[in-house]
């Protein structure tokens, strides 16, 4: 069964960052519970692949991070949310919307995200008060937006590639990032060097596709990598969503229910449905009295 993952490594003397992401089963994960849109796909994935990559940040399991991409477009907003153990999960706004592809073919994920609006990530290492980056969006096609982003509030120079590749059948055919990060003190020609070779993936979904993370790390440098699984979770559950029913207050729970027929609670996190008829919501308050 294939895996999303992520590869990293030192290249060019150690003196840059190298990531590697391979997101497809991923994407399809997502595509599955949101039936996202083709385009909504390739944007919802563009921007979870880059916060996997943030994820892989973290400096423990506890730690968490958000992302926000909000450009005003058809698609609304795009949010993501993840872990230190990678643990990912999402939603677009809008999951329905379809747009004509562009003039050369590919999907309009920049029509769908819009560009009058901000990226924003929130990083919180469970040590104090949690960081927080916003800058404007650039394009809307993502890739250059979190470039942008690592640059004016992250100040680490970093060459992005994202891509997704959605097949006629709706599935995702590949889906991944490459990230290069000079690291601190690399001089000019390495950082000359980071944007030369990201232009080397224009198409780097079909790569993915074709030779996976690992073939792609090859692609750059034959060196030794570090490997970690990506996954699509969500931890909502029937327990969470009882004592969100239970806060309700019992009379203001019963008063739901007489007037709509059940309580519904949705996570958009994952699209799931959490309901509650009259007989469930007598049943939650007579355990929590004892009865």
Request: glycine share 10%.
């Amino acid at each position: 069964m294939q895996k999303s993952k992520i590869l990293k490594t030192l290249v060019w003397g150690k003196e840059v960052s190298l990531a590697v992401l391979d997101t497809t089963a991923f994407v399809n994960e997502a595509i599955s519970r949101h039936r996202f849109t083709p385009v909504a796909a390739a944007a919802f994935g563009r921007t979870a692949t880059a916060a996997a990559y943030l994820c892989s940040w973290l400096k423990g399991k506890e730690s968490a991070l958000s992302v926000t991409v909000n450009g005003g477009g058809v698609g609304g907003k795009i949010c993501v949310s993840g872990d230190g153990e990678l643990n990912l999960r999402g939603f677009a706004e809008n999951p329905d919307v379809t747009l004509p592809p562009r003039k050369d073919g590919k999907l309009d994920v920049g029509g769908y995200v819009g560009k009058n609006g901000t990226l924003t990530v929130v990083r919180d290492d469970k040590n104090g008060l949690p960081f927080t980056g916003t800058c404007p969006l650039v394009s809307g096609e993502i890739a250059e937006d979190f470039s942008a982003y690592f640059l004016t509030s992250e100040q680490r120079p970093t060459a992005v590639a994202l891509g997704v590749k959605i097949g006629t059948d709706g599935k995702c055919l590949g889906a991944g990032g490459v990230f290069l990060q000079p690291l601190p003190g690399a001089d000019e020609k390495t950082l000359i060097r980071t944007e030369t070779e990201i232009m080397k993936f224009p198409n780097l979904s079909s790569l993915i596709q074709e030779k996976g993370a690992e073939g792609v790390l090859r692609g750059i440098e034959n060196a030794d990598y570090y490997e970690k699984e990506v996954r699509y979770r969500c931890f909502c559950s029937r327990e969470k969503t009882e004592s969100l029913v239970i806060a309700l207050g019992k009379e203001d729970a019963q008063s739901l229910v007489k007037e709509r027929g059940n309580i519904s609670v949705h996570c958009h996190y994952c699209n799931t449905d959490y309901e509650f008829d009259e007989a469930a919501v007598s049943a939650l308050f007579a355990a929590k009295e004892g009865k």
